[in-house]
């Protein structure tokens, strides 16, 4: 019997086991392959903030997510001697027509109003020009552009390793690599592994990233519509001589990702269907054209690593998180679709913090487990 069996070692499993570790709760965690498998081993590692209009409890779920990752990183960084490549290095978004920049006007505004914690304000910058010259090109940017200061980025395979090592380390803690769920009885509270091995627990939270969705269908028989779907998504990795402190260039879903050494990330393609979930194709080619258009600087950028994964959207589209309605036993860690990275380790503190009852982090609504269910069974 083990107290909480986490299913999957992405960035949600592993965020978990780190929170489970510090409440001192006796955990197992399951990967079907090796630590980082899904689409948490990637290479983009975007932190993007939501648009600082229309504020509601989503966004401010984010903000505080955001702001609160930076001090986190930091402290596993000292504990470990590792590096996450973290930098809130903040974001540039070229303004290619003059109505985007009145629009823009007004987000600066917004920004002065929401984007403020206790001791930190973050800003949204209109400016004539980018800070540095290229970076990006002035063709895309005839109207200026926006820079704002609360955008950043990790290295997501250095982040994994450093959760790792944290679990390495931890005496209630135990990392079962190479073997998966086959089924889950939350209510016996018993998972099949493969191979017939039973595993019985108090708790289980569910971060099979996309394969989650398929387990949480099985509960309900399969005869509702499906939990959550797959999203196929293509980035490349680049060796560029771009300095690592300059900020990600984003523009109409083109995220240019400054790293440490010397390297720039390139993504992504968002795919509905695929034939192939794991190869890459003409469409990466035609994103790394676009790249090159907006900062002409990468034309000649050895391209490093080309890489697909399949992000988890769930059926409401946003983070599928908590106890699940009719099983409480369960809690979901899934859905997070594009925004995960920033989102994890603020949901696990909630996910962990629910199971050992001291629950001070408030969930959006449209998060919550219950919510997808209900969409899912038509309720
Ligand atoms: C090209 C691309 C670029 C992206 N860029 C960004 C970005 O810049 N910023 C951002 O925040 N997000 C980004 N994302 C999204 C992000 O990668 C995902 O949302 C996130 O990795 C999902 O994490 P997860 O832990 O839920 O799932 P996963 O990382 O997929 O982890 C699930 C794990 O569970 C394991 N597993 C599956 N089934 C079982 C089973 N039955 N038993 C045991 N283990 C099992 C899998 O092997 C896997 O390791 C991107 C995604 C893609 C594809």
Redesign the pocket.
Known sequence: MTDLLI????????WAAVMAQRAGIETTL???????????????????PHMPDNWNEKKQFQFDALVSLEAEIAMLEAETGLSAGYRRSGRIIPLSKPHLRGIALKHQQEALENWTSADRSFFWHVREAPQYAGWPDHAAAESGVVFDTLAA?LA?RSLLDMLVSVLRNAPRTHVREG????RLDPLAGKAELAGGEMIAFKTCIL??????FP?IDALHGGAFKASGTA?????ALLKADVDPSWPVIFSDGL?I?PHENGCV?V???SENSFEDPLTCDARLDHLIQRAVEVAPMLREAKILER??????KAIGREPMIGRHPDFPHLMT????????????QRIAAFVVSEITGDNRIDLPGSFRCESHIALMLGT
């Open positions: 299913v999957g070692g992405g960035i949600m499993g592993l399951v990967e079907r392959a090796a630590i980082g498998a899904g689409a948490s081993g990637g290479i983009l590692g975007a932190l993007m980025r997501p073997t998966h769920v086959l971060a099979a990233g996309v394969q989650s387990l999203v196929k998504g293509q980035a995220y990702v990330a993504g992504s393609t890489w697909a994964g399949l992000r988890p860690m899934t859905g997070g679709f594009k925004v995960s990275f920033g989102l994890a």
